[in-house]
């Protein structure tokens, strides 16, 4: 059955001038794109998107990083979104990312790694309702 995520191009990759490239990944792996926005955050706003990790020693760096240029925040939807584009995206750590996938290609770093997916249903219903609003997703 469709299933939802949500996804960001972080500012790593923006500056980079990956988005068309990680955005062809993301239709190449089957994906729909129900919504896309590109628009720079707040830390304050990162702070609330990233709370699960508050008090973790890289969480100050995070939300500085999150909030430092312009990104692309996105809704996707197929079958098995979640899993998948966790999949395409590879390891949080870009070093240990699978050969093809998108932080393999695209990221420099553990902290600056080019993309973020949902990593389950009710994280992902959290941050689609933390970024878009109802209007935005018809
Ligand atoms: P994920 O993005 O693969 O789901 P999480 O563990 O949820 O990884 O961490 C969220 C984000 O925090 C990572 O994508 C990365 O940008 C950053 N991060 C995680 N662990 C570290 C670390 O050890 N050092 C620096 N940044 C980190
Ligand atoms: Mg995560």
């Given at each position: 059955m469709a299933?939802?995520?949500f996804s960001i191009i972080k500012p790593d990759a923006v500056r980079d001038?990956?988005?068309g490239a990680i955005l062809?990944?993301?239709d190449k792996g089957g994906f729909k794109i129900v919504s896309l926005k590109k628009q720079?955050?707040?830390k304050k706003q990162a702070e609330g998107f990233y709370?699960?990790?508050a008090g973790k020693p890289f969480f100050d760096g995070l939300c500085e990083f999150m909030s430092s240029g312009p990104l692309v925040l996105m809704v996707l939807e197929k079958d098995n979104a979640i899993a998948d584009l966790r999949k395409l995206m590879g390891a949080t750590n870009p070093a240990n990312a699978e050969p093809g996938t998108i932080r393999k290609q695209f990221a420099k770093s553990i902290g600056e790694n080019a993309i973020h997916g949902s990593?389950?249903?009710e994280t992902a219903a959290f941050e689609i309702g933390y970024w878009f609003a109802g209007y935005e997703l018809v």
């Open positions: 299933q939802r995520t001038g990956y988005i062809a990944a993301i720079s955050i707040s709370a699960v990790h990593d389950a249903e």
